[in-house]
């Protein structure tokens, strides 16, 4: 888990000082599986037409995002993750993880991502 690092609390008031960053926010209320993730995801973070709602999709997407203008970074806010996590924890665990990797894939392109849990 070395991409925790990245999310640190006591990285983001100087990250959102000096930028104007991308926020989403995902609505874990409205998740209970792998099919509401999916939904949620594509809806919020406004993927196109072709995904697949599938995890392949989902890494695909994650690590394109040309559409959204996030040179500046990208903050994901994800509340309330404990219904998924707990009502489908393997999909919950593929979920979390493709997010985690994504934190990775952005800083290696010098845009700052942050997944925030609350």
Known sequence: MSNVAAIFESDLPEFLSNRK?????????NICD?????QEMSLKMKFPSYFGFNWDAFRDCITDLSWLPMQNGLVVVYKNPNRFMGSQPEDWNIA?????ESINFWKNR?????????
């Not at 792998?34 to 999916?38: D, I, L």
């Open 21 to 29: 960053a991308v926020f989403i926010y995902i609505e874990g209320d």
């Open 110 to 118: 010098n845009i700052p991502m942050f997944i925030m849990y609350a």
């Open 96 to 100: 979390n993880e493709i997010l985690l």
């Open 34 to 38: 792998k099919k509401s993730f999916f």
